[in-house]
């Protein structure tokens, strides 16, 4: 048989042995050069599957394991600890802004003579986590709540995007002055409206924070390693969580400090955080970067070719809906001029957002790559239901403790500490317990039946209801959104394991969904919660001023007559029982949802790990060459040279 002029062309059976034997105890087969070294012909670029040459994948049909990560960024030992502890203070900053508000913020609406618009304050923090845009015209304190919502919602998918083109590091650090940015607007606000804008800056930052910290652990970490750092974030949380609502209670308690320094908390916490990433953390490219992706000129370049129409039109819409969410019942009639056209608008603008991100393809804010399966849209929802349930529980558990029994914000933020204990425990122990079995779909099972029950018993509460019972209700919700919430983003990265380049997107998509989930939450929380009340004090207490207990919670104790202040609290507590039983049907909502995620095994390939001397002897032994080519030929690049080599190898062996 005449030989081919290249040399490469040819592998002998002994050939074939001899780089088999080089591929178990010395080359990396996973990565094209070493593929060239173990077969001896040219290998092209591997995309989208990983090539396994080791004894136990050739000696037998085992199923191929995951694609290699890229191992150059993963850290261990003291450098992960370092980076790590980055993120925590990075969580911690972000957590701690919002939980250290659930018990301030009647205080801040009392101040302002705004209780309306005390969940505007929250949502629009998480909307910017959407997009920096906001309406001029705020009628309440809640907005500006709710556009820190907004913004941070908003701006979660764009940040997506800046992850694909610049380092996690440096989003992450202009994410963090911005934040301080806001909370410094807010601690020297002087008016809603002045603290409506500065928190709506907050959202933006917190967007990216919470972004960048999660591609930094994706490119930091293997996946099978995340849940239990997700247990430690979860215990950060927990800990912003407790001390949250103390240090806001508190705060706004106290006649020298007030609740400025809520605000003013932020900016040392925040300096340390910059700090620290910035002198601990390594600047790396972007998962999936080509090498001509990583020049700041092309960087730049792309940085403009961002969807940057798509966020906009997405963010509208959220505003719209979130605008006739909190308007409807609220201080306009449902049947409105401004509520329908809210939510026509909302509709439309939410079609013209789905059929662009359709027409712009892989530029699309949200790829169409993204949503590749059912399980997709099920995790999206999923998140949804989570975060809405978290942020009920976060800002009206409070109000029941101040507004039914007459507690001072410092002490409702320590009766609310069974609900944050039962979200926190439930974190860790999920994360620990899914490192050891490598399956995250249990808890997502579980979770939402907790969820439900505990939401349904805090609809039975009353101002009699014992503490203990209370507790007890707290703390089953508080385990059913811990368990559901890490571990719906652990899901969605795990979708996306044999795909680097989409984790970014992805995970902001399902952070997205999350936050969505938080902004509606207030939103309908809100709208529910005000209409009711004013049905409940037509009913229960007629003659009492409404306008001035809707004002403000604290007004039940300072400006109603005690004779009818029992049927006030009654008529107050009544309408938080409707917003506590919503947690219900979203519940069960989640539990449909759990069924349609995937149920993936985050642990590492048994065939990843080195075999021992006599199993790699008899899987020697047992490989044939035929084998070994048949692997080299899955990443031939039109499948005709690797069937010619086969051929040629049967014919001289």
């Known amino acids: ?48 599957q990983e090539l396994d040459t080791s004894p136990q994948a050739t000696a037998t049909d085992a199923k191929p394991a995951r694609p290699a990560v890229d191992e150059s960024t993963i850290l261990t030992g003291k450098k992960l600890a370092i980076v790590f502890v980055s993120m925590l203070l990075s969580i911690f900053l972000i957590a701690l802004d919002q939980t250290i508000l ?4 009647p205080r801040i609406a009392s101040d302002f003579k705004a209780f309306n618009l ?12 959407k997009l920096a845009f906001f309406e001029s015209c705020c009628y309440s304190l809640t907005k500006a709540n ?13 940040s997506g995007q800046l992850l694909r083109v610049w380092p996690a590091k440096y989003c992450l650090l202009v994410a963090i002055v911005l934040f301080e940015v806001g909370s410094a607007l807010c601690a020297g606000a002087q008016n809603v409206y002045a603290l409506i804008v500065g928190r709506a800056i907050s959202g933006v930052g917190a967007a990216g924070i919470f972004t960048s910290m999660l591609q930094v652990l994706a490119q930091v970490t293997r996946l099978e390693d995340r849940p239990r750092l997700f247990g430690f974030f979860g215990a950060v949380f927990g800990l912003s969580s407790v001390i949250g609502p103390l240090m806001g209670g508190a705060l706004a308690d106290s006649s020298t400090y007030g609740w400025r320094f809520c605000f003013v908390l932020n900016i040392p916490v925040g300096a340390v955080t910059f700090t620290a990433v910035a002198f601990m953390l390594k600047a790396s490219p972007p998962l999936g970067a080509k090498p001509d992706e990583t020049t700041t000129k092309a960087r730049i370049r792309n940085t403009g070719r961002m969807d940057w129409v798509g966020a906009t039109l997405l963010f509208a819409a959220i505003t719209c809906l979130v605008l006739a969410l909190q308007w409807g019942g609220n201080t306009k009639p449902w049947n409105s001029g401004s509520v329908i056209a809210c939510l026509v608008v909302a509709v439309a603008l939410g079609a013209a957002s789905i059929l662009w991100q359709r027409w712009l393809g892989d530029r699309a804010m949200v790829p169409g790559k993204v949503f590749k399966s059912l399980s997709i849209f099920a995790i999206c929802g999923y998140s949804f239901t989570t975060r809405f349930a978290l942020l009920i529980f976060t800002y009206y558990l409070p109000l029941f403790y101040q507004a039914g029994r007459d507690h001072t914000a410092t002490k409702s933020g320590i009766d609310i500490l069974p609900f944050m204990l039962g979200v926190v425990l439930s974190v860790i122990l999920g994360g620990q317990i899914v490192a050891r079995i490598g399956r995250y779909w249990p808890f997502l099972v579980i979770g939402p039946i907790f969820m ?7 609809y039975t ?25 890490q571990n719906s983003l652990l899901a969605m990265q795990a979708e996306f394991k044999d795909n680097p380049k989409l984790v970014a997107q992805a995970t902001s998509m399902a952070s997205f969904s999350q936050f969505l989930g938080g902004t509606i939450g207030l939103a309908v929380g809100q709208a529910a919660f005000s209409s009711r009340l004013s049905v409940n004090l037509r009913q229960y207490a007629p003659t009492a001023p409404a306008s001035v207990i809707e004002r403000s919670p604290l007004a039940i104790y300072t400006a109603i007559e005690a004779s009818i202040r029992p049927e006030v609290i009654k008529a107050y507590v009544k309408a938080l029982d409707i917003v506590f039983i919503l947690g219900v049907p979203f519940g069960v909502l989640a539990l449909l949802l759990s069924l349609l995620i995937k149920n993936i095994d985050i642990r590492a390939p048994k065939a990843d790990a080195k075999p021992n001397d006599e199993e790699e002897g008899a899987a020697t032994a047992d490989a044939s060459p035929e084998k070994i080519v048949q692997k080299v030929d899955t990443v031939s690049d039109d499948g005709q040279h690797g069937a010619s080599s086969e051929k040629r190898l049967s014919s001289e062996a």
């Open 118 to 129: 005390q969940g505007w304050v929250s949502s629009a923090f998480i909307l910017t986590r």
């Open 461 to 485: 509460i009353s101002v009699s209801t014992p503490s203990p019972t209370l507790i007890g209700f707290q703390i089953l919700a508080g385990i059913g959104v811990g368990l559901s919430m």
């Open 452 to 458: 439900s029950i505990g939401s349904g018993l805090m």
């Open 1 to 48: 048989m005449s030989r081919p002029d290249s040399p490469h062309d040819t592998l002998t059976a002994r050939d074939a042995r001899d780089n088999h034997s080089r591929v178990s105890g010395q080359i990396d087969a996973r990565t094209p050069d070493g593929l060239e070294a173990a077969a001896g012909v040219d290998a092209p670029a591997i995309t989208g």
């Open 102 to 105: 659930a018990t301030a913020l």
């Open 146 to 158: 709710f556009y820190s919502c907004l913004t941070e919602t908003g701006f979660l998918l764009p």
